[in-house]
C-alpha cells in the first residue's frame, strides 16, 4: 500500500529503510542529517495512518488528514531524534519539519492521493465523493 505514495525509489522510502536497516546511521556526519530524518518521518507518518491502528477520531476534510500526518510526522521525528547521539545544528529542528511537512503536502497534492487516504478508513456510507485535493487544500 505504501509503494502508491512513496515508491521504494523515492527519497522517503529510501531514507526510511536507511534509518530502519542501519542501526549507526546519525554516525555518518557530525551532526544529524535532517534530510534523512524529515523524509524518514513523513514516511513513518503515512504509514501509521495508512495502518490505521491509533485514529481515534477520523479526519473529516484534506485540512484535518493534512494536520494528522503531519502530527504523526512530528511524533516521528521527535523519537528519530531521541534515539540520536549526535546534536542537530541550531534551527535544525525547524527545517526537519518544514521539509516533512513538504513531503506529505506533496503526497497529499498528487492525483487524488487526499481523497483516497482521507476515505481510507470510512465506511462506504461515510465515503466522500473524489474530488480535485489541490482545490481542498488551498
Same mark, same amino acid.
Given at each position: 500500500m505504501m509503494d =502508491? %505514495?512513496?515508491a521504494p525509489n523515492t527519497p522517503e522510502a529510501r531514507a526510511h529503510n536507511h534509518i530502519e536497516e542501519n542501526s549507526n546511521w546519525e554516525e555518518e556526519q557530525a551532526s544529524l542529517n535532517e534530510t534523512l530524518i524529515a523524509l524518514g518521518a513523513s514516511y513513518k507518518?503515512?504509514?501509521r495512518y495508512i495502518s490505521g491502528d491509533? @485514529? %481515534?477520531l477520523m479526519p473529516r476534510s484534506i485540512p484535518e488528514l493534512e494536520s494528522k500526518l503531519k502530527r504523526y510526522a512530528y511524533d516521528a521525528i521527535h523519537n528519530t531524534i531521541s534515539q540520536s547521539r549526535a546534536p542537530l545544528e541550531r534551527g535544525?529542528?525547524?527545517r526537519v519539519c518544514f521539509i516533512a511537512e513538504q513531503? @506529505? =503536502?506533496s503526497v497529499l497534492l498528487t492525483d487524488n492521493n487526499g481523497m483516497d487516504l482521507l476515505n481510507m478508513h470510512r465506511r462506504p456510507s461515510e465515503a466522500m465523493p473524489r474530488?480535485?485535493?489541490r482545490i481542498a487544500l488551498k
Open positions: =502508491r %505514495y512513496y507518518a503515512l504509514a491509533d @485514529i %481515534y535544525g529542528y525547524s513531503s @506529505i =503536502r474530488v480535485q485535493s
